[in-house]
């Protein structure tokens, strides 16, 4: 079955940076596209970042424009989010998530549980 | 990148129906069949109801339906049961390469 594994959150001062990892397994990884989602406390559901199955079309919320990047790495069956100049409004809990069959344009389909990312001095 | 609008809440009794819309502009939900909607528990990860806008996940309940009308997208939940009371999210893609989600909607069954 589907799994997606994510780490790297934590406590970080503002400013600095932080990578999260996802690694995945139970489906053939190199074949879909993936969605970074993260959730603030108490709050709702928040498009972060896509990439596409091989890593050469992808896209960043405008909140994180330029502060963020979303990569993978096939070989390994791992996407990757790369956090720089966290502020204190990008803490949220981090789903990675697998696109929906069937289109490059879907949603996501499976989560992982998530990995929190508190910024915070 | 503006959040589609969803009700804050919305309530129903066990074994009837209820209706949460998705409201977002022509640049989404008018323009794409790509709407999938969430299921979400407390503490938990979403869970994929609804994909392509109708489409149920296999072995889904065919007690979740889904349709669209023109910038709105709707997922209805007929006999309602104590287990359906969640938070739900709809997500549709945005053009460019971007995706938006709803603001969320906490179903309470009565």
């Known amino acids: 079955q589907v799994q997606l594994v994510e780490s790297g959150g934590g406590v970080v001062q503002p400013g600095r940076s932080l990578r999260l990892s996802c690694e995945a397994s139970g489906f053939t990884f190199s074949d879909y596209g993936m969605h970074w989602v993260r959730q603030a406390p108490g709050k709702g559901l928040e498009w972060v970042a896509a990439t596409s199955y091989d890593g050469s079309n992808k896209n960043h919320a405008d909140s994180v424009k330029g502060r963020f990047a979303i990569s993978r790495d096939n070989s390994k069956n791992t996407l990757y989010l790369q956090m720089n100049s966290l502020r204190a409004e990008d803490t949220a809990v981090y789903y990675c998530?697998?696109?929906?069959?069937?289109?490059?344009?879907?949603?996501?389909?499976?989560w992982g549980q998530g990995t929190l990312v508190t910024v915070s001095s | 990148q503006s959040a589609l609008t969803q009700p804050a809440s919305v309530s129903g009794s066990p074994g009837q129906s209820i209706t949460i819309s998705c409201t977002g502009t022509?640049?989404?939900?008018?323009?794409?069949?790509?709407v999938s909607w969430y299921q979400q528990h407390p503490g938990k990860a979403p869970k994929l109801m609804i994909y392509e806008g109708i489409k149920r996940p296999s072995g889904l309940s065919n007690r979740f339906s889904g349709s669209k009308s023109g910038n709105t997208a709707s997922l209805t939940i007929s006999g309602l049961q104590a287990d359906d009371e969640a938070d739900y999210y709809c997500c549709s893609y945005a053009g460019s390469t971007t995706w938006v989600f709803g603001g969320g909607t906490k179903v309470t069954v009565l």
């Open positions: 022509s640049s989404d939900v008018g323009s794409y069949n790509f």
């Open positions: 998530a697998k696109k929906t069959a069937g289109s490059s344009f879907n949603c996501p389909d499976y």
